[in-house]
């Protein structure tokens, strides 16, 4: 299962509240792999890269010995989706495509609250990964792109969330997970 969406949105939060009720499902986390690249800040493209197609062969594993992954990344471009997609495919496994939605102020809201207040070193490195990339006014044009990523994917299914009501987004996630 991919959980997409803007940076902040809540992937990992809700993606562990899943993983917490489902025994021996991955938490997949990308840039948590990157992170344990050497100087991969100073090198961010490749290391992302590297990451995804680690994370990749992970993932393939854990699908092959018949368990559910749960990847929680941010995907503003087509082609890891489509990476995700195929693994999927190739192995045999359904693939559970979700987006993450609110408006983009509260994006860039919850954003800059966590940045102020990061809690992991994850929450860290997306904002030094977006000062990098050009800073808070980056976050827009991000969400615009996550929008068209899921304008190409009519089978995505949609979470909206509201910052405070985490509980109420995570029981929205399981009813679309289940059809309901």
């Not at 948590?32 to 994370?55: N, Q, S």
């Not at 010995?65 to 190739?90: I, M, N, S, Y």
């Not at 809690?119 to 976050?139: C, F």
Request: charged share 25%.
């Amino acid at each position: 299962m991919l959980i997409n969406g803007a940076p902040g949105s809540g992937k990992s939060t809700l993606g562990q509240m899943y993983v917490d009720e489902h025994p021996l499902v991955l938490a997949l986390d990308i840039d948590v792999i990157r992170a344990m690249l050497g100087r991969w800040l100073d090198y961010p493209v490749e290391a992302g890269l590297l990451a995804r197609r680690m994370a990749l062969e992970i993932a393939r594993v854990h699908l092959r010995a018949g368990r559910d992954v749960l990847v929680p990344q941010f995907l503003g471009r087509l082609e890891f989706v489509l990476e995700l997609e195929h693994l999927c495919r190739d192995v045999g496994a359904e693939f559970v495509e979700v987006v993450l939605l609110s408006s983009p102020q509260d994006v860039v809201d919850r954003f800059v609250r966590r940045s102020v207040h990061p809690e992991t070193s994850v929450h860290r490195d997306a904002q030094a990964l977006l000062q990098r990339s050009g800073g808070i006014g980056e976050l827009p044009q991000m969400y615009d792109r996550l929008l068209q990523v899921v304008a190409s994917r009519p089978r995505t299914l949609t979470v909206t969330t509201v910052d405070g009501q985490v509980d109420r987004a995570y029981r929205d996630l399981l009813a679309q997970i289940n059809g309901e």
